[in-house]
């Protein structure tokens, strides 16, 4: 088994964050950062099916586990994602037991699953699939995301499903599926989050949420969370930027009182 495996399983509390910019230097740089994993963002980026293996071997140069979240629930976007040599999968918008029970067949090979042999890059393009065959089902990292009103009312059957690995919230869609959307639908929201964090936990499973920022981190692990995506890499670009430009405009206003008093 995967050490990231081992720690997601295990319950081990995990930082990691999205990565939205095409570019292998953008990994590189949010590799070095301290966090403990990646997930490149293929559902919402405009990232080439080509550059996501480029993203992750760039992940791999710096040793920072990198998953990829697909655009849906196909198949053939699961195979692909971990055929370029990513260690796990995120699949949005899972609202079935049905539908977790499809990714993870997505995910495993046979007889857990029903994922093809391919001569991608994991598997040493070809020269290594016995070896990569032998562990990749106890490596891959199988997650899925809970963000509709119908996920959260069937989160029980869902939670249940063998070899889905962690359960990981997306507050965002869940707040525009069960109209908790705005300060007045904040205390839905959290009641949402705490019943499907609950129930992950419940099931031995471990449960993931988003957070844009640092601050909901706390509250979600002190009810059991362990595995987090905090904002993105153009998030904290821009957020960076903006700090940055606000404090060099502060030192020009001081510049200037103090010319103005002569100091």
Known sequence: ?????????????????????????????????????????????????????????????????????????????????????????????????????????ASRYPPKGERGVGPGRAAGYGYRIPEYLAGANDRIVVAIQIETSEGLAKIEAIAAVDGVDVIFVGPGDLSVSIDAIGPNGADRLNAAIRTIIGVTIAHGKAAGIFCASPQPVGQWAAIGASFFILASDTMFLGAGAAANCAAARDELAKRRMGRATGR
């Open 1 to 105: 088994m995967s050490e990231f495996r081992q720690k997601c399983i295990g319950k081990t509390s995990l930082v990691g964050s999205f990565a939205a910019i095409p570019h292998p230097v953008a990994v590189e740089v949010m590799a070095q950062s301290g966090l403990d994993f990646l997930c490149i963002d293929w559902e919402h980026a405009q990232i080439s099916r080509d550059m996501i293996e480029s993203m992750v071997r760039a992940a791999d140069v710096h040793r920072v586990p990198a998953m990829v979240r697909v655009p849906g629930h196909a198949p053939e976007a699961v195979q692909a994602v971990l055929d370029s040599g990513a260690q796990g999968v995120l699949v949005p918008r899972v609202s079935t037991a049905a539908q977790a029970e499809a990714a993870v067949k």
